[in-house]
């Protein structure tokens, strides 16, 4: 199976720019997608196939990346991104263990 | 806009069957796919399976010998049986939409709690 590495967890100011990495044990193309999930709420589907922002949101996400190395940005970072973000491959469905992002 | 909600037992006892549902309101259940994922204690996430809008069904192959996976389409609900539960099947359970052109999860429900303990 495709392994997905990503940081565990980052603290950023609000205003900052921070970018979360995913990193694939093999090449997925660009069949990555990024996942936000505050605490207590269900997953939300924030970026899809690497860089195509998900309806209704912010343009203050983006994403990058191709073959084993992908990105999630976000710039500028608001308190209100305080959450677990999720990064998931096409080719057998498997999820990233998350990075933890706390706004300090 | 399309709307999931899993219900069933939050608690099952060991060895036995998890049986879990979802509902699904502003989108019939057939047309598109529809699956299930469960997060561990500890934030990991795995795919279960899913269904499509025929009634087809592809299962996580670490879990193929468990898993069931049905549907009925009057009701607009999809089903979830896991068989022969552990301690480690405790996660929590979520249904979602599944876009099977990019192979990723675009609506979700809010997740259900399910511990194994006897």
């Known amino acids: 199976d495709t392994v997905l590495t990503q940081s565990p967890a980052l603290a950023v100011s609000p205003g900052e720019r921070v970018s979360i990495s995913c990193r694939a044990s093999e090449g997925v193309n660009s069949y990555m997608h990024w996942y936000q999930q505050k605490p207590g709420q269900q997953p939300k589907l924030l970026i899809y196939k690497a860089s195509n922002l998900a309806s209704g949101v912010p343009a203050r996400f983006s994403g990058s990346g191709s073959g084993t190395d992908f990105t999630l940005t976000i710039d500028p970072v608001e308190a209100d991104d305080t959450a677990t973000y999720f990064c998931?491959?096409?080719?057998?469905?498997?999820f990233g263990s998350g990075t933890k992002l706390e706004i300090k | 806009e399309v709307q999931l909600q899993e219900s069933g037992p939050g608690l099952v006892k060991p060895s036995q069957s998890l049986s879990l549902t979802c509902s699904v309101t502003g989108y019939s259940i057939t047309s598109n796919y529809w699956g299930w994922i469960r997060k561990f204690p500890g934030n990991k996430m795995e795919w279960m399976g899913y269904?499509?809008?025929?009634?087809?069904?592809s299962y996580n192959p670490s879990l193929k010998s468990r898993i069931s996976i049905t549907r009925d389409t009057s009701k607009n609900q999809f089903f979830l049986q896991l068989n022969s539960v552990t301690t480690e099947d405790t996660a929590t359970y979520y249904c979602a939409r599944f876009c099977y052109s990019g192979a990723l999860f675009d609506y979700w429900g809010q997740g259900v709690m399910v511990t194994v303990s006897s």
């Open positions: 269904i499509s809008y025929s009634g087809s069904t």
């Open positions: 998931q491959q096409s080719w057998m469905l498997t």
